[in-house]
């Protein structure tokens, strides 16, 4: 069931109800309601409230405990004994005259319990860190290990999140949706209600209050009543904080939502935006403004920041970001959504969605293991296929709709160039890429077996693309994300200790093994030692066979080495010019020379993702409807994601343990030429367009290798006279 009022949601309701008359009795009814109903402050259920209000069991508490809970249910979150005890206190009472009325306690037993004082207290563990997604992660994992133990036992749960980081990235997902809405205009308030004489200028704070209460406060923003609107201001009511003036600057973002494409004029008068009556959201947000002031003979302009409330609205929208550490794959940040109140979906775990261009680092790098270097050219031309595996003829193009004829990988990636992309996913292979992707911990299950892989046309999770992105920034190591550190049980004594594998680059770590197997597909390492095949760093040799399976040799301290540090490196490197110079530049602004990442936008802008990395931490962000469709032109990566990213990581890089600059070091073996940066062979005397490019031994451009190119450009050029003389 959604939070709306429709029809639609009392047909489901009715629909529901008869469901559970049909499986249940009545009082299995009442008691799966009593256990499972919210009763405010965390308590689901009257055993938990009983524990949260008064530190005892339900069967411990007074006659007068028992009707103050009874009396919950209708509003939990404002009437219970710590948030409003004289509303509690009241509530009781009518709890008891209704015991006493219906003949279940005597008139003394009710006059006795009215006049006991309250004696709630909260009894539950201070809130550290609201983390519900993680929360959520965590309770499925221990009643998957311990069942309904897990309720009962008195299990302490210590995860790997970082208070600093999950607080910065639930702040950073949240402004970005709310940019994003604000960008596509104002669709009116959320409700509107009659003001029954409420007056503007002296409202009766319990009554105003009373018309907000059973709003909800969603993602930071408050529910506040419109009372009066003037010329360029509104008075409003901010539930809990009273009477606030909306200044001009809060409203005049407010243009007309017409569609995802397009917005209204420009509001001229507050009257354009609101009106009394309306229920709308505010957030109280740090602002920069201009202020003019006297310095001597001259005025001078400053500018400061001051903190002031903002008219907003509940996004449409949602998001998902998950920070790792790439070291082990500890998940230090993650957010599942706008917030979780409105919506239990975890978008990182559970949101299978297209990944677009920030799927094609996985395609280089099966390139590099083919033989490819960064400085290989492959033609940016258009192109057209009549592909069996496609329904029909597929016409791709660049987001620019421009082609730029041979491009070096390097540059390619860093323009994020669709039909080099396609062309070297036809050179290498499909089912080859496919293979290469189990290096990076991705399911190909789920994912196309055509030419669309290159532009990320399959469907994969927040959580795949960012482990998937930490073995590029820990020099190839595949590590697995966790959530939990350690379990105690209620004596304190530890039950469960996570061991994940670390990357280490100095340790002499196997590499990855190809398997043709006599088996069934996917079987482990262990099972498969016999059809093994060592896979040098140098794995050109090997034939793009749709049957090899990567197998990780087993080692319960090391994380695996899934891709040679060569190849690593060289995709860090690349990805570094993505920020440097290409479709995620706008993360210059962090001025830190080590990161690197890439955008991904589907077409239509229906998904937008950036995944960025360190050698540090590895996050990834994405925003899109759940219900897929466009969000609008020039929605793309670097416009709906990277600022999620980049507000994250401006945060993280303060801190001490991310705050120092580590490009990585090329690996020892690596050899640096000077190439031409315009054919990506190997410089002469004679070249005007000098660069320099690391390469793989094996692959290092040699003399001859331009000589046989020019000789077949030679060859080219005369046969193409040749026909030409012919025609004419």
Same mark, same amino acid.
């Given at each position: 069931?959604?939070?709306?009022?429709?029809?639609?949601?009392?047909?489901?309701?009715?629909?529901?109800?008869?469901?559970?008359?049909?499986?249940?009795?009545?009082?299995?009814?009442?008691?799966?309601?009593?256990?499972?109903?919210?009763?405010?402050?965390?308590?689901?259920?009257?055993?938990?409230?009983?524990?949260?209000?008064?530190? %005892?069991?339900?069967?411990?508490?007074?006659?007068?405990?028992?009707?103050?809970?009874?009396?919950?249910?209708?509003?939990?979150?404002?009437?219970?004994?710590?948030?409003?005890?004289?509303?509690?206190?009241?509530?009781?009472?009518?709890?008891?005259?209704?015991?006493?009325?219906?003949?279940?306690?005597?008139?003394?037993?009710?006059?006795?319990?009215?006049?006991?004082?309250?004696?709630?207290?909260?009894?539950? $563990?201070?809130?550290?860190?609201?983390?519900?997604?993680?929360?959520?992660?965590?309770?499925?994992?221990?009643?998957?290990?311990?069942? &309904?133990?897990?309720?009962?036992?008195?299990?302490?749960?210590?995860?790997?999140?970082?208070?600093?980081?999950?607080?910065?990235?639930?702040?950073?997902?949240?402004?970005?949706?709310?940019?994003?809405?604000?960008?596509?205009?104002?669709?009116?308030?959320?409700?509107?209600?009659?003001?029954?004489?409420?007056?503007?200028?002296?409202?009766?704070?319990?009554?105003?209050?009373?018309?907000?209460?059973?709003?909800?406060?969603?993602?930071?923003?408050?529910?506040?009543?419109?009372?009066?609107?003037?010329?360029?201001?509104?008075?409003?009511?901010?539930?809990?904080?009273?009477?606030?003036?909306?200044?001009?600057?809060?409203?005049?973002?407010?243009?007309?939502?017409?569609?995802?494409?397009?917005?209204?004029?420009?509001?001229? %008068?507050?009257?354009?935006?609101?009106?009394?009556?309306?229920?709308?959201?505010?957030?109280?947000?740090?602002?920069?403004?201009?202020?003019?002031?006297?310095?001597?003979?001259?005025?001078?302009?400053?500018?400061?920041?001051?903190?002031?409330?903002?008219?907003?609205?509940?996004?449409?929208?949602?998001?998902?970001?998950?920070?790792?550490?790439?070291?082990?794959?500890?998940?230090?940040?993650?957010?599942?959504?706008?917030?979780?109140?409105?919506?239990?979906?975890?978008?990182?775990?559970?949101?299978?969605?297209?990944?677009?261009?920030?799927?094609?680092?996985?395609?280089?790098?099966?390139?590099?293991?083919?033989?490819?270097?960064?400085?290989?050219?492959?033609?940016?031309?258009?192109?057209?296929?009549?592909?069996?595996?496609?329904?029909?003829?597929?016409?791709?193009?660049?987001?620019?709709?421009?082609?730029?004829?041979?491009?070096?990988?390097?540059?390619?990636?860093?323009?994020?160039?669709?039909?080099?992309?396609?062309?070297?996913?036809?050179?290498?292979?499909?089912?080859?890429?496919?293979?290469?992707?189990?290096?990076?911990?991705?399911?190909?299950?789920?994912?196309?077996?055509?030419?669309?892989?290159?532009?990320?046309?399959?469907?994969?999770?927040?959580?795949?693309?960012?482990?998937?992105?930490?073995?590029?920034?820990?020099?190839?190591?595949?590590?697995?994300?966790?959530?939990?550190?350690?379990?105690?049980?209620?004596?304190?004594?530890?039950?469960?200790?996570?061991?994940?594998?670390?990357?280490?680059?100095?340790?002499?770590?196997?590499?990855?093994?190809?398997?043709?197997?006599? @088996?069934?597909?996917?079987?482990?390492? $262990?099972?498969?030692?016999?059809?093994?095949?060592?896979?040098?760093?140098?794995?050109?040799?090997?034939?793009?066979?749709?049957?090899?399976?990567?197998?990780?040799?087993?080692?319960?301290?090391?994380?695996?080495?899934?891709?040679?540090?060569?190849?690593?490196?060289?995709?860090?490197?690349?990805? @570094?010019?993505?920020? %440097?110079?290409?479709?995620?530049?706008?993360?210059?602004?962090?001025?830190?020379? &080590?990161?690197?990442?890439?955008?991904?936008?589907?077409? &239509?802008?229906?998904?937008?993702?950036?995944?960025?990395?360190? @050698?540090?931490?590895?996050?990834?962000?994405?925003?899109?409807?759940?219900?897929?469709?466009?969000?609008?032109?020039?929605?793309?990566?670097?416009?709906?994601?990277?600022?999620?990213?980049?507000?994250?990581?401006?945060?993280?890089?303060?801190?001490?343990?991310?705050?120092?600059?580590?490009?990585?070091?090329?690996?020892?073996?690596?050899? @640096?030429?000077?190439?031409?940066? &315009? $054919?990506?062979?190997?410089?002469?005397?004679?070249?005007?367009?000098?660069?320099?490019?690391?390469?793989?031994?094996?692959?290092?451009?040699?003399?001859?290798?331009?000589?046989?190119?020019?000789?077949?450009?030679?060859?080219?050029?005369?046969?193409?006279?040749?026909?030409?003389?012919?025609?004419?």
């Amino acid at each position: 069931l959604d939070p709306g009022k429709t029809y639609t949601r009392k047909l489901k309701e009715i629909m529901l109800a008869l469901k559970i008359e049909q499986e249940l009795n009545k009082d299995e009814i009442l008691e799966l309601y009593l256990n499972k109903i919210f009763l405010g402050h965390r308590a689901y259920g009257v055993g938990a409230a009983a524990q949260v209000y008064y530190g %005892r069991n339900i069967e411990e508490l007074t006659l007068a405990q028992m009707a103050m809970i009874a009396g919950l249910p209708q509003r939990p979150s404002d009437f219970n004994p710590i948030t409003n005890p004289d509303k509690a206190r009241d509530r009781r009472n009518h709890v008891l005259w209704r015991l006493r009325k219906e003949g279940y306690i005597s008139q003394d037993d009710m006059l006795a319990s009215q006049a006991e004082p309250l004696s709630a207290g909260l009894h539950a $563990s201070p809130i550290e860190l609201s983390a519900p997604y993680v929360a959520e992660m965590a309770r499925q994992r221990i009643k998957q290990r311990f069942g &309904d133990a897990a309720f009962s036992a008195g299990y302490k749960v210590y995860t790997t999140l970082d208070t600093r980081l999950q607080q910065a990235a639930d702040a950073a997902l949240r402004n970005s949706l709310i940019g994003y809405d604000r960008r596509h205009g104002w669709r009116g308030p959320e409700l509107q209600l009659e003001m029954d004489g409420l007056d503007p200028g002296n409202p009766d704070a319990a009554r105003a209050e009373s018309m907000l209460a059973d709003i909800p406060l969603l993602g930071g923003l408050t529910p506040a009543l419109v009372l009066a609107v003037q010329k360029k201001t509104a008075t409003v009511w901010v539930r809990r904080h009273g009477v606030v003036t909306l200044e001009w600057a809060a409203l005049s973002w407010a243009r007309k939502h017409i569609n995802t494409h397009r917005v209204g004029k420009k509001p001229k %008068r507050a009257a354009d935006v609101l009106a009394a009556g309306d229920v709308v959201r505010v957030h109280y947000v740090e602002v920069t403004e201009k202020v003019k002031r006297k310095k001597g003979r001259k005025t001078v302009t400053e500018t400061r920041s001051v903190e002031r409330w903002r008219l907003a609205q509940l996004p449409e929208i949602e998001g998902a970001f998950v920070a790792l550490h790439p070291k082990d794959g500890a998940v230090v940040a993650l957010a599942g959504g706008f917030d979780f109140k409105r919506s239990k979906f975890n978008r990182v775990t559970q949101a299978y969605r297209q990944p677009g261009s920030s799927f094609k680092p996985f395609i280089y790098a099966a390139a590099l293991e083919k033989g490819f270097t960064a400085a290989s050219t492959v033609n940016d031309a258009p192109i057209v296929f009549d592909d069996a595996g496609l329904e029909s003829a597929w016409r791709p193009e660049n987001y620019s709709g421009k082609s730029f004829g041979p491009t070096r990988l390097r540059l390619a990636l860093t323009k994020s160039r669709n039909l080099v992309s396609i062309r070297l996913l036809r050179a290498i292979g499909v089912d080859y890429a496919l293979d290469q992707l189990q290096r990076f911990g991705i399911n190909a299950g789920r994912l196309p077996r055509d030419l669309s892989l290159s532009l990320g046309s399959g469907v994969v999770r927040p959580l795949d693309i960012a482990a998937g992105y930490s073995v590029l920034a820990n020099g190839g190591f595949r590590v697995n994300p966790h959530v939990i550190s350690r379990i105690e049980d209620a004596d304190g004594k530890t039950v469960y200790v996570a061991s994940p594998r670390q990357a280490c680059r100095a340790c002499n770590v196997p590499g990855p093994v190809l398997v043709v197997p006599d @088996q069934e597909p996917g079987t482990g390492g $262990s099972e498969a030692v016999g059809s093994t095949i060592k896979v040098s760093d140098n794995a050109t040799d090997v034939p793009p066979d749709p049957r090899v399976r990567i197998v990780i040799p087993d080692d319960p301290a090391l994380a695996p080495r899934t891709l040679p540090a060569g190849n690593a490196w060289v995709m860090y490197s690349m990805l @570094q010019d993505v920020v %440097r110079a290409g479709t995620a530049v706008r993360a210059k602004v962090l001025k830190r020379a &080590d990161l690197a990442g890439k955008t991904g936008t589907t077409n &239509d802008q229906r998904d937008a993702w950036f995944s960025g990395f360190s @050698q540090d931490l590895v996050a990834t962000a994405w925003v899109g409807f759940d219900r897929v469709q466009p969000m609008g032109r020039a929605e793309t990566g670097s416009r709906a994601a990277l600022p999620m990213w980049i507000d994250f990581m401006g945060t993280a890089l303060k801190l001490p343990e991310y705050s120092e600059e580590r490009p990585p070091p090329p690996p020892e073996d690596m050899v @640096q030429v000077r190439i031409d940066a &315009d $054919s990506g062979l190997l410089a002469s005397g004679n070249t005007a367009n000098v660069m320099v490019e690391y390469f793989r031994p094996q692959n290092a451009p040699d003399r001859n290798q331009a000589l046989r190119a020019a000789s077949a450009a030679a060859s080219a050029q005369k046969e193409a006279k040749d026909l030409s003389e012919q025609i004419w």
